[in-house]
């Protein structure tokens, strides 16, 4: 019964799923599922890696390519790997990266994989979209927007809930931030987080519109970068009436090293607890890490790493362990 009502709970993209698959559970219902879209998630993984390699052409096109180019960043990829000032260049790019806040826009695209999922044992994947815009609202506060656009797939769960795939609930975060660091280095920011009922499918989503506060504090100090995200959200409007309250928290504390020839270390893992869930299926909790590089394609600098963590509490019926792959797009400011 408690891996029925919570196999789905096993990642933050998940804390919806783990509500509606417990609701359904209770009102005997089983999700509609999208048969076709499940037979198609081959072409649309090849449809999204085509959008991501295009991404990366066009880019290089945005970068201007002038002889002339005076940006400090362009200086200094022309200079020898390895010289202090390269070092030095490279280690602000990966810092600005691993800053949640940073005024940079960037576009990550974070995979997910946790394997040994549902009825089966076979793997779920999500893949998430989550653009970074700084805005300058005055010379003394910045406002940072992040959206978080979930695309999903997962095996069969359990008796009734087939394998499908679709779109999960799109979050937006709004963070208010001085421009300058706060005395002993401290930066960070505050402000809203909503979440939208844009899943295509019942066990994706809430069902509901939320809305919570955010908060994200973070130090940098030598090689280091670290610090920690936090928010939560409850539901703001009734919705289907067969659909339970949203009151979910996520809590994601990150530390970065930063390393010579711009590889670093890092450790993200995202814990999450569903409120309205009592006892052992209340938490999940990896750790866990990995390693970073950024790259370039041309004169664009882009950030790569990959993590694994182990579930050292988790839902019943969950997975133990899981992977991430992170490929983001970086726009330094000319």
């Known amino acids: 019964m408690k891996s029925f009502q919570t196999v789905v709970a096993a990642s933050k993209s998940a804390w919806s799923r783990h509500v509606a698959t417990e609701d359904l559970y209770h009102q005997g219902r089983c999700p509609v599922t999208s048969a076709t879209l499940f037979v198609r998630w081959p072409q649309i993984r090849a449809v999204l890696s085509i959008l991501a390699v295009a991404m990366s052409v066009l880019c290089r096109g945005v970068v201007p390519a002038s002889a002339q180019e005076s940006s400090h960043l362009t200086e200094t990829v022309q200079q020898p790997i390895g010289s202090p000032d390269t070092q030095q260049e490279s280690s602000d790019i990966a810092k600005q990266a691993q800053n949640p806040i940073a005024k940079l826009i960037s576009v990550p695209f974070e995979n997910?994989?946790?394997?040994?999922?549902?009825?089966?044992?076979?793997?779920e994947y999500v893949l998430e979209i989550k653009p970074v815009v700084p805005i300058a609202l005055s010379k003394d506060w910045n406002l940072i927007t992040r959206t978080i656009i979930p695309v999903i797939q997962t095996p069969e769960l359990a008796p009734g809930i087939n394998g499908t795939s679709g779109l999960g609930d799109i979050q937006e975060s709004f963070f208010f931030s001085p421009t300058k660091a706060s005395p002993g280095g401290i930066i960070w920011g505050a402000g809203?987080?909503?979440?939208?009922?844009?899943?295509?499918?019942?066990?994706?989503?809430?069902?509901?519109?939320s809305m919570g506060p955010t908060l994200v504090v973070l130090k940098s100090q030598g090689h280091w970068l670290y610090g920690s995200l936090a928010q939560n959200l409850w539901s703001v409007e009734t919705g289907p009436r067969d659909r339970p309250a949203v009151n979910q928290m996520l809590l994601q504390p990150f530390v970065n090293y930063n390393l010579p020839h711009k590889w670093y270390l890092t450790s993200s893992p995202i814990i999450t607890s569903n409120w309205e869930v009592s006892g052992n299926n209340r938490w999940t909790v990896p750790v866990g890490g990995g390693v970073g590089k950024?790259?370039?394609?041309?004169?664009?600098?882009?950030?790569?790493?990959?993590?694994?963590?182990?579930?050292?509490?988790?839902?019943?019926?969950?997975?133990?362990?899981?992977?991430?792959?992170?490929?983001?797009?970086?726009?330094?400011?000319?």
């Open 112 to 123: 997910d994989f946790y394997p040994h999922t549902g009825t089966h044992k076979e793997d």
């Open 192 to 209: 809203p987080v909503i979440s939208a009922p844009t899943a295509t499918e019942t066990i994706y989503g809430t069902g509901k519109m």
């Open 294 to 334: 950024i790259v370039h394609f041309g004169k664009l600098p882009l950030n790569a790493y990959t993590q694994c963590f182990r579930n050292v509490e988790r839902p019943d019926g969950t997975t133990s362990w899981s992977t991430r792959f992170q490929m983001q797009f970086l726009f330094p400011k000319r």
